[in-house]
């Protein structure tokens, strides 16, 4: 197929400012073109992409970022900075898409669901985060009553957070595993690691370190340093080990060292990218059951599901890491999250829904 991907107005393609956006959006470049499609990919000015081929080109698009929608209250309205970039995506993406099959959008926002019974293309939205403003829920829910193969999501729990006229259609998320090395050993810290921010709980996991008398090894972009220095001052000093925003490279042989991997979101996490990383790598998961990690993790067999905001069970989930099989954690990632697998179920969603 010949298509066109629309990133997120949020950062740059490999700023980390995207959060999992930008690891999907890569992966499935690579396993669409791995598949013989050819691709436009549209995205802000200062992109990277991650492949060089004929099959893919980039067009790159100044303008200012748009704001999170995780960051704004229920309420909110939709806003559109002056000089936006959202909607000059949207120029390039709908001219562009008049000679594709069809346009695939990975933005969260407002504007590209609302233009999809307006213009000609075939839009389709992979929708990247739950139910987390009321405008965007019901932008959503008004398209799934007219168009709902239009829509796909990465987990059922992020689907249930909307009201939908038929079951969600599901494409899950899919990783270069060549990028991620199983490691065997089972003695080294605990890990953590994700966008610094309320919605992601690190206070939890540092707690769980602490009473293991352990460092907690944490990477990821700091996007709330004042969150950051909370956390930090509430807990004895050197107990966070900040790693940083690693390149995936850098990150995985860290990450694959560590005997567990914590995860404490506060918010319905859409999927958890790095719940999946750490598995690649071979490390079990220790998570709240909430949100897409809740549907990733098959309790006992490749990490421990707690129930949520329970620290004392995510403590005593620790003592009995050992009773995983790290080749295990491994397994489920080559057999559900490759991104040769992701990029046939995105696949088979746009073609039926042409
Ligand atoms: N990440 C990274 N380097 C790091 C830490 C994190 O590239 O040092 C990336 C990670 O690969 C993942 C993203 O940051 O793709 C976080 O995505 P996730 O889905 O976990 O959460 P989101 O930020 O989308 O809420």
């Known amino acids: 197929m010949k298509l066109v991907l629309v990133s997120t107005p949020i950062g740059q393609l490999g700023s980390g400012r995207g959060g999992g956006v930008e690891l999907t959006l890569s992966s499935l470049i690579k396993g669409l073109l791995s598949l013989g499609n050819s691709l436009t990919v549209v995205a802000p000015e200062g992109s990277v992409i991650p492949i060089k081929s004929e099959l893919v080109k980039l067009i790159e698009v100044p303008g200012v970022d748009q704001l999170s929608w995780q960051h704004q209250g229920k309420n909110e309205s939709i806003v559109i900075p002056y000089g936006g970039v959202l909607p000059r995506l949207w120029d390039e993406a709908i001219e562009l898409g008049k000679e594709a099959d069809a346009v695939i959008n990975f933005s969260y926002d407002w504007l590209p669901l609302w233009l999809t019974t307006k213009v000609e293309p075939p839009l389709f939205h992979l929708i990247s985060m739950g139910g987390v403003s009321l405008a965007m829920k019901s932008v959503i829910s008004d398209l799934s009553q007219i168009n709902h193969q239009r829509l796909a999501f990465h987990t059922k ?198």
């Open 157 to 354: 729990r992020q689907a249930a957070d909307f009201d939908l006229s038929d079951d969600p259609v599901i494409v899950g998320n899919g990783f270069d595993l060549e990028n991620y090395q199983l490691q065997l050993d089972s003695g080294g810290p605990l890990g953590w690691a994700g966008r610094v921010a309320p919605e992601k709980g690190l206070e939890d996991a540092v707690e769980v370190a602490v009473a293991h008398r352990d460092r907690l090894l944490v990477w990821g972009l700091i996007e709330d340093p004042e969150y950051a220095l909370r956390v930090e001052s509430s807990f004895s000093p050197g107990v966070i080990d900040w790693r940083g925003f690693l390149p995936t490279q850098a990150f995985q042989k860290e990450l694959g060292e560590c005997r567990a991997f914590l995860n404490t979101p506060k918010w319905n996490e859409a999927y958890g990218n790095v719940v999946v990383e750490a598995m690649a790598c071979g490390v079990p998961v220790v998570a709240y059951d909430r949100g897409g990690p809740g549907e990733l993790i098959d309790s006992g067999v490749t990490g421990w599901l707690v129930p949520p905001d329970d620290v004392d069970a995510m403590k005593a989930a620790i003592t009995r890491i050992n009773e995983i099989d790290r080749r295990t954690c491994r397994f489920w990632v080559e057999k559900s999250a490759s991104q040769e697998v992701f990029a046939q179920r995105v696949l088979t969603w746009v073609q039926s829904g042409i």
